[in-house]
């Protein structure tokens, strides 16, 4: 008997409550499917379903099993993809992306953590955008990868989402830029850099929209990344840019006026925007390298960037364009 088919057959089953639904879900007929039910009933010595003509409903057995098959299943994916890396003669490399956002400090303590963890396997770092990883996602080029939320995710598998509250970089001698916290309102007047559209559409158009519900839609919109452009233009346009802490924390007073070329950082009032991140990787392939790199990235932004968990404990899901859960 194919056990972990069958596994898969009982976790559907469960999971819809229906055989059919379970069916279709499967790609399968249903008698097919009540017979492998009936099979791993017989094989396991109990009963994991209580049927009738109306409904179908989970025995206590079966209810006590499905946490374990779920894990079986789990650790299935995880030989398979590994197994995958090795045919594919990937063994001992893991192909990762990290967004443009992300500082050098954390950067450096991500590459530590998981050198620490997972000794002897090369990683292959990428400095790609959210938009880029999906790109690469699709076309089976990346492994795994730090993404930004709000995006669609269909066909992924999710790490904890962390969050970075954001905070604007301005010229140190703006008006508000005495201020220990910046309304967003207060900004009114001055353009607006941000990160190319392209990089996370959805993203974008929820700062700009929780921008103008604080009271803050600006002239223009102006694009840059690297840090030096973004501070070049901070100066020159009398521009501002909404960063995390960590990116330009450096920039916070108590420098005097004039410090780091004349730009500061400031806390935004209330903390309306931030930036969400999890660990993203295609589904069903998660192995442990994968785990590792998981757990490194989250260690290093909790641990050089300030961030912290941003969902409940129960599951949800991130709705693609919007800032709000489902």
Same mark, same amino acid.
Do not use: K
């Given at each position: 008997?194919?056990?972990?088919?069958?596994?898969?057959?009982?976790?559907?089953?469960?999971?819809?409550?229906?055989?059919?639904?379970?069916?279709?879900?499967?790609?399968?007929?249903?008698?097919?499917?009540?017979?492998?039910?009936?099979?791993?009933?017989?094989?396991?010595?109990?009963?994991?379903?209580?049927?009738?003509?109306?409904?179908?409903?989970?025995?206590?057995?079966?209810?006590?099993?499905?946490?374990?098959?779920?894990?079986?299943?789990?650790?299935?994916?995880?030989?398979?993809?590994?197994?995958?890396?090795?045919?594919?003669?990937?063994?001992?490399?893991?192909?990762?992306?990290?967004?443009?956002? &992300?500082?050098?400090?954390?950067?450096?303590? !991500? @590459?530590? %953590?998981? =050198?620490?963890? $997972?000794?002897?396997? +090369?990683?292959? /770092?990428?400095?790609?955008?959210?938009?880029?990883?999906?790109?690469?996602?699709?076309?089976?080029?990346?492994?795994?990868?730090?993404?930004?939320?709000?995006?669609?995710?269909?066909?992924?598998?999710?790490?904890? &989402?962390?969050?970075?509250?954001?905070?604007? !970089? @301005?010229? %140190?001698? =703006?008006?508000? $830029?005495?201020?220990? +916290?910046?309304? /967003?309102?207060?900004?009114?007047?001055?353009?607006?850099?941000?990160?190319?559209?392209?990089?996370?559409?959805?993203?974008?158009?929820?700062?700009?929209?929780?921008?103008?519900?604080?009271?803050?839609?600006?002239?223009?919109?102006?694009?840059?990344?690297?840090?030096?452009?973004?501070?070049?233009?901070?100066?020159?346009?009398?521009?501002?840019?909404?960063?995390?802490?960590?990116?330009?924390?450096?920039?916070?007073?108590?420098?005097?006026?004039?410090?780091?070329?004349?730009?500061?950082?400031?806390?935004?009032?209330?903390?309306?925007?931030?930036?969400?991140?999890?660990?993203?990787?295609?589904?069903?392939?998660?192995?442990?390298?994968?785990?590792?790199?998981?757990?490194?990235?989250?260690?290093?932004?909790?641990?050089?960037?300030?961030?912290?968990?941003?969902?409940?404990?129960?599951?949800?899901?991130?709705?693609?364009?919007?800032?709000?859960?489902?």
């Amino acid at each position: 008997m194919d056990l972990v088919r069958h596994l898969e057959c009982f976790v559907a089953v469960a999971e819809e409550s229906h055989f059919g639904r379970a069916a279709a879900r499967l790609g399968m007929a249903q008698p097919p499917l009540s017979q492998r039910i009936q099979r791993l009933e017989r094989h396991l010595g109990v009963r994991l379903f209580e049927r009738t003509s109306r409904q179908v409903t989970i025995t206590e057995a079966g209810t006590l099993l499905l946490a374990e098959a779920r894990e079986v299943l789990a650790r299935s994916e995880a030989l398979l993809a590994t197994a995958r890396r090795i045919r594919d003669g990937e063994t001992g490399l893991l192909r990762a992306a990290l967004p443009p956002d &992300v500082s050098g400090e954390t950067v450096a303590a !991500l @590459l530590t %953590a998981f =050198a620490e963890g $997972a000794a002897g396997l +090369e990683l292959e /770092l990428h400095e790609l955008s959210t938009a880029q990883q999906l790109e690469r996602f699709a076309a089976h080029d990346l492994d795994v990868g730090l993404i930004h939320h709000p995006c669609d995710v269909s066909g992924l598998e999710l790490g904890p &989402v962390l969050r970075r509250e954001l905070g604007v !970089l @301005l010229p %140190a001698d =703006a008006a508000v $830029a005495g201020l220990d +916290e910046v309304p /967003l309102a207060s900004l009114t007047g001055h353009d607006l850099i941000l990160f190319p559209r392209a990089a996370a559409p959805a993203v974008y158009d929820d700062l700009l929209t929780t921008c103008a519900r604080n009271g803050y839609t600006p002239p223009a919109v102006r694009h840059a990344q690297g840090v030096s452009f973004v501070r070049g233009l901070v100066l020159s346009a009398r521009a501002v840019a909404l960063s995390p802490r960590d990116a330009h924390g450096h920039a916070e007073r108590r420098a005097a006026p004039g410090a780091d070329g004349g730009v500061v950082w400031r806390p935004l009032t209330g903390g309306p925007l931030a930036l969400r991140h999890s660990v993203a990787w295609p589904g069903g392939r998660g192995d442990a390298a994968v785990g590792a790199f998981a757990e490194a990235a989250a260690h290093a932004l909790r641990g050089t960037a300030g961030a912290t968990p941003d969902l409940p404990s129960r599951p949800l899901h991130l709705r693609p364009a919007s800032e709000y859960w489902l």
